[in-house]
């Protein structure tokens, strides 16, 4: 019997030292995030922060939007982050879409949005999008923030941490110098990245009452916008769990003490 | 085995239907008049455990399938489509892609817990294949599932898997091929994947019902691995049984519904969040955890067709178990050496795990071949050997008496 | 005898004659199986549509020395490289004897045009696309498993089997190149 515990934590010690190994060895690649702890990321009482979403889906519109697109978020949808109807009909109609065949001529005319469409791309296609952007695709950011690791706080860490690398930075560059039209950023994988900086004080002017519009408010902002946009359905979904868990609790709880009755009737003990 | 209850109903209507189907008192016979041993611990809810996510698999399966398009174009957005827009979709696909994972930690238990009572010995030896059987439409069927949200995983893991049968000879070109349906993993790909991915649960089902017939003709195998001697060792199913699986249930689904609410993403991989891309290769190809202990074996050998040939022997060397281990005596409890290389083999099974997750080289490539070369040294060898030599502690005289004695 | 003869014959004609009709139904019976199972099975193989467009032709004209392209043919990509004159001459100094699938560089280039290597960019081991110019040879270099390629597309080191697979191609003039 003891033996088998020790086996069995010899077991544990393997599984849970292994691992935490493998990270050590990853730690010297990239660095810590400094933004955590969002608000969408706790486990009880997870919510986006809803005046950051809006602000972050201004941002998307007036910066991200020139090269990035967000095939899977429809108008409508942005009710979720506190949008109301007539301001999304608004929003809708700030954007050019391609109607349907004119029942006359077939013609397709473009014509303004409406709550049903989805966010139009800035390009036809994947390849006008890679002949404007030095032939590489700026990536939908519909599922970006779970497409990473670190989630919300990755895209976060890429918007601020643009520097100027320093002599100890390019070590870690291959090649030793970052190429052409490139810039350093630590938090991407290879620590250079095609995109220039986005943000810059004074890109977007946040309506009146709304905190100012920092490079590190903006990234919380944009950040937010997009960790709900890759999951919509994340509020309802921690919400059901702590019901279903709570509920499972209890009724673990009352099969135990059942099961526990039965033992004693049929068997003795 | 013969029941200690008869099957004696009251019901009019189920009387006239048992007298031409005896459908009633087959499931009368199974789920509660079934008797076993009185000495079950909780290890042998794994089963019933088991049935209940292939339960969940078919049915949230059946669900998303009437909202999932199979074709590369669609896939992937149909699958957000599901997470968006279906209602309850969130939750149906969580529960299904969570509910793979959990099966199969579910299954390795049972596995593992077959293992150490010795469960696979005479006369349970084609109850344990056709549990392997089981195992291995469970693999085929999750693989197949893990490509249809067409991310970038799912490509490279399908390019992955299929291009090992082109390590056949001679005619391993021709059957990727074939698999494929053109010249490498594409829409015909995904179609007939989608297909065999909805099939094959069924046939999981059916080998699941002969698994469990082939169960009730010996009997339940227990934590002493001694024959049952007659009606004192022994308790109906239900009430006890029902009891006990029902409190199991309750406390696996708990586990479940955290993961599926909190944690949802934790067993998957943020690269199948972006759409496949036959044309980028993503840094790491990691299969899902599984396959893990497997895809390790298979890199741990330098050769392209030894590798595969050492992968699938891994998995086939099992149904050759009942007749590798010979020792007389079932349960781990009275094999003192066995118990220890036991737990050996778990560990080594856990490396191996570790080893498949990350990249082939250096101190992973060593520790990869040295749990590769224990892993059949322990079935081919050790147990063999063991089974000779290893001297057994003393079996009690019967079940009902071992029970006594622990509660006395 | 001769009666007796006569009889044993006639009825060992008889068996023959039922063995045979046994047989030859047995055999349509097969036959008849087979038929039915080949196209049970030839209907995965890859369609009329998707052998359609096993052929392209490529304008190489704005591939600079030392540039490469990608292009995608049957669902894969295919390495179009313009190499410079130090890689040729790597790739023609190795020693053909200590490769794994022993090729010369001349045997994956087309004459005229050593300087052009053209080769799926699918790796042998499991089908990943290798990754150009890195690596301890200079070639190319495979994330999944760590096989190394040479400047010729030939296996060098790692778990691969083969060099890079060389496509049936043509070049139609000095700037263009039909591969399939």
């Not at chain 1, 810590?32 to 941002?59: L, S, T």
């Not at chain 1, 999008?129 to 919300?152: F, H, W």
């Not at chain 1, 279903?244 to 068997?267: D, E, H, M, N, P």
């Not at chain 2, 067709?305 to 590798?324: C, E, Q, S």
Request: glycine fraction near 8%; charged fraction near 15%; proline fraction near 7%.
């Amino acid at each position: 019997m003891t033996k088998k515990n020790i086996l069995a934590g010899m077991a544990l010690v393997v599984g849970l030292v292994i691992p935490s190994l493998a990270f050590a060895a990853n730690e010297g690649e990239e660095p810590k995030h400094p933004k955590q702890g969002w608000p969408h990321e706790k486990i009880i009482g997870a919510h986006y922060d809803r005046a950051a979403a809006q602000r972050g889906f201004q941002i998307y519109k007036e910066v991200c939007h020139a090269c990035h697109s967000l095939n899977l978020i429809a108008f409508r949808q942005l009710e979720g982050i506190g949008f109301s109807e007539p301001e999304i009909k608004a929003i809708a109609a700030s954007f050019t879409v391609m109607g349907e065949p004119n029942m006359e001529t077939g013609d397709v005319e473009e014509r303004p949005g409406k709550p049903f469409d989805y966010i139009p791309s800035t390009f036809a296609n994947p390849e006008a999008a890679a002949a404007s952007n030095n032939g590489a695709v700026p990536p939908d950011l519909s599922l970006m923030v779970k497409a990473r690791e670190g989630g919300a706080s990755y895209i976060y860490s890429i918007l601020t941490g643009y520097r100027e690398p320093t002599a100890e930075d390019l070590k870690h560059v291959s090649g030793g110098k970052i190429p052409d039209g490139a810039h350093f950023n630590p938090y991407k994988t290879g620590h250079v990245i095609a995109m220039p900086p986005p943000l810059a004080e004074g890109i977007v002017t946040y309506t009146e009452g709304q905190p100012a519009a920092s490079v590190e408010q903006m990234a919380y902002d944009v950040s937010t916008f997009l960790a709900w946009a890759a999951e919509p359905k994340l509020e309802q979904r921690k919400h059901m769990g702590f019901l279903i868990v709570a509920f499972l609790l209890i009724t673990s709880g009352l099969l135990f003490w059942s099961y526990k009755r039965i033992s004693k009737q049929v068997l003795g003990h | 085995m013969t029941s200690t209850r008869p099957f004696e109903p009251k019901n009019g209507f189920v009387k006239w239907f048992d007298r031409q189907l005896p459908l009633f008192s087959v499931m009368h016979g199974a789920l509660v008049a079934y008797p076993t041993p009185k000495n079950l611990n909780y290890w042998w809810s794994f089963g019933s455990l088991a049935g209940l996510m292939l339960g969940v698999q078919i049915i949230t399966g059946i669900i998303l399938a009437m909202h999932y398009t199979p074709h590369t174009a669609m896939a992937f957005a149909s699958v957000e489509h599901i997470m968006r827009d279906v209602n309850y979709g969130w939750l149906l696909r969580y529960v299904h892609a969570n509910g793979a994972s959990f099966f199969f930690i579910v299954v390795y238990i049972h596995i593992f817990r077959g293992l150490y009572y010795g469960s696979y010995k005479a006369p349970r030896e084609l109850l344990w294949m056709l549990g392997l059987v089981i195992y291995l439409l469970m693999m085929a069927t999750a693989f197949m599932g893990y490509v249809l949200p067409w991310g970038q995983m799912s490509f490279w893991g399908a390019t992955v898997i299929t291009n090992l049968f082109g390590a056949i000879p001679f005619v391993g070109e021709d059957i990727r091929t074939l698999l494929w349906g053109g010249f490498s993993v594409d829409n015909p790909t995904l179609n007939r994947f989608f297909s065999l991915h909805y099939l094959l649960p069924f046939v999981i089902a059916g080998v699941a019902i002969l698994h469990i017939w082939a169960l009730h003709i010996p009997g339940s195998n227990n934590p002493l691995g001694i024959d049952v001697k007659g009606p004192q060792d022994q308790i109906d199913f239900h009430p006890y049984h029902t009891a006990k699986d029902a409190f199991m249930v309750s406390l696996l689904l708990l586990i479940f519904f955290a993961v599926v609410c909190f944690a949802p993403n934790y067993m998957g991989h943020p690269d199948n969040y972006i759409q496949a891309d036959p044309l980028v290769t993503p840094p790491h190809i990691v299969p899902e955890w599984y396959y893990l202990p497997f895809y390790a074996i298979l890199r741990s050998i330098p050769d392209k067709l030894m590798g595969v040939v050492a992968m699938f022997a891994a998995i086939l060397i099992l149904f050759a178990l009942p007749w590798l281990d010979k020792s007389k005596v079932r349960s781990g409890t009275f094999r003192p050496i066995f118990k220890q290389f036991f737990w050996v083999l778990v560990i080594d099974v856990i490396a191996l795990g570790f080893v498949g997750a990350n990249p082939p080289e250096g101190a992973w490539l060593i520790i990869g071949r040295v749990a590769t070369a224990y892993y059949f040294f322990h079935f081919l060898i050790l147990l063999p050997v063991l089974s000779r030599v290893e001297k057994t502690r003393p079996l009690p005289e019967s079940i009902s008496q071992a029970v006594l004695a622990k509660h006395a | 005898m001769s009666t007796t003869d006569s009889t044993s014959e006639h009825h060992g004609e008889g068996v023959k004659r039922r063995d045979f009709l046994f047989i030859a139904a047995g055999g349509f019976g097969a036959v008849g199986a087979a038929t039915v199972v080949w196209p049970l099975v030839d209907n995965l193989n890859p369609s009329a549509d998707v052998l359609a467009l096993s052929s392209i032709e490529v304008d190489i004209s704005k591939v600079q020395v030392g540039q490469s392209i990608r292009v995608k043919w049957r669902g894969k990509p295919v390495f179009i490289r313009h190499r410079t004159d130090e890689e040729v001459a790597k790739a023609k100094a190795v020693d053909i004897k200590e490769l794994k699938d022993p090729q010369t560089d001349a045997d994956r280039t087309k004459p005229g045009h050593e300087a052009w290597l053209v080769m799926v960019g699918v790796c042998t081991h499991l089908g990943c696309i290798p990754l150009g110019e890195q690596g301890e040879f200079g070639g190319w270099f495979c994330p999944c498993h760590g096989s190394e390629y040479d400047t010729s597309g030939r296996i060098r080191k790692g778990p691969a089997p083969l060099n890079l697979e060389v496509p049936e191609y043509a070049f139609l003039n000095d700037t263009r190149v039909r591969i399939g």
